[in-house]
């Protein structure tokens, strides 16, 4: 009898057992969490990120590093890993700000050694040349006139130098039909720079170069150190003559005669051959060079496949701003960049908080996922060149980047369809990529993924302008998200009240869509693309 019993109750225990299986709620899905990104969450974000009290988040500034602190501490309260600098959630690195004092200008001729013209630029001071833009390094070399600058393949036309090494390149500038593109290339080479005529109005000349006396011993522009320390280049300059220098240049009487000097080598171009003047031009600028710490945001999600966590897809935007600058109407000075970039920011933390939430109920996705928030992208996309450049998780180990900027607005196009969202990457660089991008449309936010930009030969080449550049140009799939630009576009009336916040939330759920599929697909995407392939130089990976 006891033995019947003890059997009766391993038999109840064991159906009781079989039945506890079969009621248990089953795991939840990583795509359910999705649900978890609201308008309340990103609105509380980007009330912080776009708040007056941040001044613009201009890098290198207080205001930038106050937004700084606030991601890291949204990231620390999700309980994402600390993967930068000394266990932080920051990436340091260092820009130079140089700052011109002054620029002196010499013409030499060549064949006695007399001094034409001898004047410095500063504050107090108007000179016979002016730096337009570039030249802080100090430069020396003879003039070759190269005409109007035209250049067309074509037609035959190539008035510049067969040999520009160390030259400075005098064009006499005409909007029509001097072929600017060309010309920086030759400056981008072995010119040293250019020397431009622009119209023979004296009144002209000397207005713009009392314009620029305003600039000097002011930082301009931001170069990434590093990049500084390891060039061994020269910097070309941009500069433009006084027409009545000009004219001693090429030997003529009145500043008559360079207009039809002009006049006739744009009527006949084919015929202008480029010749070396009998003068050579000293640039020497007096540069102060300031450094600016500035910082990436980074923060980490560890993947649950032990044979697949050591890849990684990123997701990124950029948290800087353009600062402080010309009041508008209303006197209103900060540019706030409610949507540049601050919605895509705000979308990052969302999505990272959603993620974090997910792996918490044991949903987490496979692959590792990198929330990755760079400055410097409005100097220059610098913040996320240095990233590509010292990577916390290898490249080769990147599986995509998912870029987001600005993405909180609706353009004039889609007033009345605001349910929509630019697409640039995807089939441009990768068909796998592309693929998973309209997957995770359809699973939920059901946008219209507009290609209107997603062109190689676009003339905005968007595909180049943002910081998913900077993983696309090292072979990495990218897709960049963006709702297009707008009128309030680096203005200060770029507010959260114009924040359109019903298409900001489907775009968010989108791009967690997609990082979920990324990071739990069986196969990386790869670059595919021949048309990219050839046009970028990228060495599929």
Request: negative net charge.
């Amino acid at each position: 009898m006891n033995k019947i019993i003890l059997l009766l109750s391993v038999t109840f225990l064991a159906s009781c057992s079989v039945f506890n299986q079969g009621s248990e709620t089953p795991p939840p899905d990583i795509y359910e969490f999705s649900d978890e990104i609201t308008i309340e969450g990103l609105y509380n974000d980007l009330a912080v990120l776009a708040h007056d009290s941040l001044q613009g988040r201009e890098t290198g500034t207080i205001g930038e590093e106050k937004a700084a602190r606030f991601l890291s501490k949204r990231y620390e309260e999700m309980g994402l890993q600390a993967v930068g600098d000394d266990n932080s959630y920051f990436q340091n690195y260092e820009l130079i700000q140089p700052a011109t004092e002054e620029i002196s200008y010499r013409l030499t001729n060549t064949m006695d050694g007399s001094i034409l013209d001898r004047s410095t630029h500063n504050t107090n001071q108007r000179s016979n040349i002016v730096t337009i833009f570039g030249g802080s390094d100090s430069l020396s070399g003879p003039i070759v006139f190269a005409g109007a600058g035209m250049f067309d393949e074509e037609e035959g036309i190539n008035q510049y130098p067969e040999d520009d090494n160390g030259v400075w390149l005098f064009v006499m500038y005409d909007q029509e039909n001097t072929n600017m593109n060309y010309l920086q290339r030759a400056l981008s080479g072995d010119a040293l720079g250019a020397i431009m005529l622009v119209g023979t109005d004296v009144e002209d000349f000397e207005a713009e170069a009392d314009n620029r006396s305003s600039n000097f011993g002011m930082g301009r522009g931001l170069t990434l150190k590093y990049l500084q320390e390891d060039g061994d280049g020269m910097a070309p300059a941009f500069n433009r003559i006084h027409p009545e220098l000009a004219k001693s240049l090429l030997g003529v009487e009145n500043t008559g005669s360079l207009d039809e000097i002009q006049q006739k080598i744009i009527n006949e171009p084919a015929s202008f051959e480029p010749r070396k003047l009998n003068f050579k031009l000293d640039h020497n600028p007096v540069v102060n060079e300031n450094i600016v710490v500035t910082k990436n945001v980074v923060a980490f999600l560890e993947g649950s496949d032990p044979s697949l966590k050591h890849e990684v897809v990123v997701l990124s935007s950029h948290y800087d701003h353009v600062g402080i600058g010309r009041p508008d109407s209303t006197g209103d000075n900060i540019y706030n960049g409610a949507d540049d970039d601050g919605s895509g920011t705000a979308a990052t933390l969302q999505t990272a908080q959603a993620l974090a939430s997910a792996k918490a109920r044991g949903a987490g996705p496979k692959r590792s996922v990198l929330f990755l928030n760079v400055s410097g992208e409005e100097k220059g996309l610098l913040g996320s060149r240095y990233y590509s450049d010292h990577p916390i998780f290898s490249i080769e180990n990147t599986v995509a980047n998912i870029n987001m900027d600005m993405i909180g607005r609706v353009d004039e196009e889609h007033i009345n369809d605001s349910s929509y969202v630019y697409v640039i990457g995807g089939e441009i660089i990768s068909s796998g990529l592309d693929s998973l991008t309209r997957v995770a449309n359809e699973m939920g936010p059901n946008l219209t993924l507009s290609k209107r930009y997603n062109d190689l030969n676009d003339p905005n080449q968007f595909y180049r302008r943002s910081d998913h550049w900077n993983f696309g140009r090292l072979g990495v799939p990218f897709v960049f998200f963006f709702n297009g630009t707008h009128e309030d576009y680096h203005r200060p009336q770029d507010h959260i009240e114009k924040i359109t916040f019903e298409p900001l939330l489907k775009r968010t759920r989108l791009v967690y869509n997609l990082t979920a599929l990324l990071a739990n697909s069986p196969d990386r995407p790869v670059v595919d693309n021949q048309e990219f392939i050839e046009k970028t130089q990228v060495q599929p990976r």
